[in-house]
C-alpha cells in the first residue's frame, strides 16, 4: 500500500493510464507534487507535472487531451486563487464532453472555515462545471473518493473535482485503493415504436434533410449511406464537421454564425428534418418546427427536443438508429431537392467562402492587409494530412469552420460550447503532449493569445513543437460583428499593434512576422517544417469579417443603422475600407 494519501492518489491516477498533471506547484498542492516527483516521471512508469504559467492553461490543456484521447487526463490547483483559476478550462472541458479530473488543494484542515488566508471553498465552487464534486475529510476516505472521481469523469464524459487539504495529503494511507473497472461503451438502441413512427415519416416526406453534429463520430460510412437512401443533402455543425464532412458528396456545409455554404437552406427547405447527434444551441439558424417536421436522434434524452418543436422523438446512438431505420424505410428516387441544394451549396462556396481563394482572383496574393481567409487556405493546403488543428474563439474559429478541411485523420479542437476566448495555445499543448509526434497547430487571434501569452514559454520548457499561427488584425473582429449585427458602432474592441514575432522570439520560438501575402507560403512552410515551437505572426485585415450565408432583414438594417453612425461620427473612411473589404461576401456581388 502507498505511503501517504497523496502517493496513493498518484498510484490510483497512473493505474488508470494518467501519465501527466498540468499545474502550477506550491503550498497546500505541495505534497502531492512531491509524491509525482517520487513516482519518477512517465518514462518510470510514473507521472509527469506539466509546469504550465496559468492554471487555466492548465485546463485547457488537460481538456484537449482528454477530447483527443478519449482518456483520463488530470490538472491541479493549489489552495484559493490557484484552483479558482481551474475554473474557466474545467467548464470548457465539462461541456465538450472531456473526462478530466481536477486536484483542488485546500487549506489545512483546523483552518477551514475560519476566514483562514486564501480560504475558498472548491467542493462548492465547482459543482456547476462537474458531474462530481467531493471534499475529502479522512484518509479513510481518500480512496474511495478519488475512485469515484475517475469513474463519473470517464463514464459520464465530463469534469470531476476532487478537494484535498494540504495536510491530509500528508498522512499516512489508510487502506487499499478500490480497483478501477470501467465497462465498454454500449450501444444505445431505440424504441421500437418510436422507430416505426420516423420510419413511416420519412416515407411520407417528400424531401428530407439532415443536420449532423458530434453524435455522428463513428459513424460517418453509415450517416453517407443513409443519406444516399433519403436524396438528403447533410449539414453539419463545427463540432460535427471533422467526423461528416470528408469523404461525403452530400454535404452542404455549415448553418449559424459560423456558417457556409447551403445548409440554413437545405434544413429550412426539406420537408422533414432529422437531426442527427446534435445539440446545436441557436434555435434562430433552426426551422420552426411548425413549418417542417422534426427529428432528433441522440443518446442524451434531456437533448431531445429543448431547441426546437420535435414531432419525433429518438432517445438511440446514431448508428443504432440509423441501422435500425434502414431496415423499415424505402429509397426515395427522386433526387431533385438532393440536386436542388448541392447546386446551391456550390454556388455559394464560390461566392462566399472561395471569394479569397480562388486563384481567378490573384489579388489576394498581393492585397495588403493580409486577407485572413487566404492565410487560412494557405495554412489547410501546407499543413500535414493528421494535423491536430486548435482555434481561438472569435474569427479564427469561422477561418477554422471554413477552410480547414477534415480528411478523416485531422482533428479540430476550440472552445465550440464554452466560447471562452485564449483557448488555442494552451489546447495546442495539451495536443502536443498526448500526441508528439503529430503536427500541432494554433489558429490564436491576438486577442486571445494576449491572454494566455504566458504559455509561449511552457511550450519552450518542454521543447514542444507547437505551432502556433496569429491572424494579428488589433481587433477583436467577431465582438466588432456582433455590434454591428445589434446597430451599435463598433467601440472598444481595437487594441494596440503589437509584435508577437518579436515576443516569441525572446522566450525561444523560431518566429516570423509577414505583412506582404507573397512571403505568407514561406514563412508559413518554414514554420511547420521548424523542429521545435514556431510562430507566424499574420498581419490581416481588421475589417475583414464573417458573414453567415443567410443574411436576414434584421441583420441588413443593423449593419446599416450601424455603418450610418460610423459615418456621423467622422468614420467615412473606416465604413468604405470596411465596403471594400466585405464586398465579395455579399452573394451575387
Not at 36 to 56: A, L, M
Not at 375 to 397: H, K, P, Q, R
Request: hydrophobic share 45%; proline share 5%.
Amino acid at each position: 500500500m502507498a505511503h501517504t494519501v497523496a502517493d496513493q492518489l498518484i498510484a490510483q491516477l497512473s493505474d488508470a493510464g494518467v501519465r501527466r498533471i498540468y499545474g502550477i506547484v506550491g503550498d497546500s498542492l505541495n505534497p502531492i507534487v512531491d509524491a509525482v516527483r517520487r513516482s519518477g516521471g512517465s518514462r518510470k512508469g510514473g507521472i509527469d507535472w506539466i509546469h504550465v504559467r496559468n492554471e487555466e492553461a492548465g485546463a485547457f490543456a488537460a481538456g484537449a487531451e482528454a477530447q483527443l484521447t478519449g482518456e483520463l487526463a488530470v490538472c491541479a490547483g493549489s489552495s484559493g486563487p490557484g484552483n479558482l483559476h481551474l475554473i474557466n478550462g474545467l467548464y470548457d472541458a465539462h461541456r465538450s464532453g472531456a473526462p478530466v479530473l481536477a486536484i483542488a488543494s485546500h487549506l489545512p484542515t483546523n483552518q477551514i472555515g475560519t476566514s483562514f488566508f486564501q480560504e475558498t471553498h472548491p467542493d462548492r465552487l465547482f459543482v456547476e462545471c462537474s458531474h462530481y464534486c467531493e471534499l475529502i475529510s479522512t484518509a479513510k476516505q481518500a480512496p474511495r473518493v478519488i475512485n469515484a472521481a475517475m469513474r463519473h469523469a470517464i463514464g459520464l464524459r465530463g469534469v470531476a473535482v476532487v478537494t484535498i487539504p494540504g495536510d491530509l495529503a500528508e498522512l499516512d494511507a489508510d487502506r487499499p485503493a478500490p480497483t478501477l473497472v470501467l465497462p465498454s461503451r454500449a450501444a444505445l438502441v431505440p424504441d421500437e415504436a418510436d422507430i416505426r413512427a420516423l420510419a413511416s415519416a420519412i416515407d411520407s416526406a417528400k424531401t428530407v434533410a439532415i443536420f449532423a453534429g458530434i453524435g455522428v463520430a463513428g459513424a460517418h460510412d453509415e450517416v453517407v449511406a443513409f443519406a444516399d437512401l433519403l436524396a438528403a443533402p447533410i449539414g453539419h455543425s463545427i463540432r460535427g464537421k471533422e467526423y461528416i464532412q470528408y469523404d461525403n458528396p452530400f454535404d452542404v456545409g455549415m448553418t449559424g454564425l459560423l456558417g457556409y455554404g447551403a445548409a440554413h437552406a437545405g434544413i429550412h427547405d426539406a420537408e422533414l428534418l432529422i437531426l442527427l447527434g446534435t445539440d446545436f444551441p441557436y434555435d434562430q439558424f433552426l426551422p420552426d418546427g411548425r413549418k417542417v417536421m422534426i427529428a432528433q436522434v441522440d443518446s442524451a434524452p434531456d437533448h431531445i427536443g429543448r431547441r426546437a418543436n420535435v414531432e419525433y422523438p429518438i432517445h438511440g446512438d446514431v448508428r443504432s438508429t440509423i441501422a435500425a431505420l434502414t431496415a423499415l424505410i424505402a429509397p426515395k428516387t427522386n433526387r431533385r431537392f438532393l440536386k436542388k441544394t448541392l447546386d446551391r451549396h456550390h454556388r455559394l462556396l464560390d461566392s462566399v467562402v472561395g471569394q479569397y481563394t480562388d486563384v481567378q482572383y490573384t489579388d489576394v496574393e498581393t492585397t495588403i492587409p493580409i486577407h485572413p481567409e487566404f492565410a487560412a487556405s494557405v495554412l489547410d493546403e501546407l499543413m500535414s494530412n493528421d494535423a491536430i488543428v486548435t482555434a481561438d474563439t472569435g474569427m479564427c474559429n469561422v477561418w477554422q469552420a471554413r477552410y480547414i478541411t477534415p480528411n478523416g485523420r485531422r482533428r479540430l479542437i476550440g472552445s465550440y460550447l464554452h466560447g471562452s476566448m485564449a483557448n488555442a495555445l494552451p489546447q495546442a499543448i495539451g495536443a502536443q503532449l498526448a500526441y508528439p509526434g503529430r503536427q500541432t497547430v494554433a489558429m490564436a487571434g491576438d486577442g486571445g493569445l494576449s491572454m494566455l501569452m504566458g504559455e509561449l514559454i511552457t511550450a519552450v520548457a518542454y521543447k514542444l513543437p507547437v505551432k502556433v499561427v496569429v491572424f494579428n488584425n488589433s481587433t477583436l473582429g467577431l465582438v466588432k460583428l456582433e455590434m454591428l449585427v445589434d446597430g451599435l458602432p463598433d467601440f472598444g474592441v481595437d487594441v494596440p499593434a503589437v509584435d508577437f514575432a518579436t515576443i516569441a522570439k525572446a522566450v525561444g520560438f523560431h518566429a516570423v512576422r509577414v505583412d506582404d501575402p507573397r512571403m505568407l507560403r514561406s514563412a508559413l512552410a518554414e514554420a511547420l517544417a521548424h523542429d521545435g515551437p514556431a510562430l507566424v505572426d499574420i498581419i490581416t485585415d481588421p475589417n475583414a469579417l464573417s458573414l453567415p450565408p443567410t443574411i436576414t432583414a434584421d441583420q441588413v438594417k443593423g449593419f446599416g443603422l450601424a455603418l450610418s453612425k460610423v459615418v456621423l461620427n467622422g468614420g467615412v473612411g473606416e465604413t468604405v475600407r470596411m465596403a471594400r473589404s466585405n464586398i465579395r461576401h455579399l452573394p451575387g456581388l
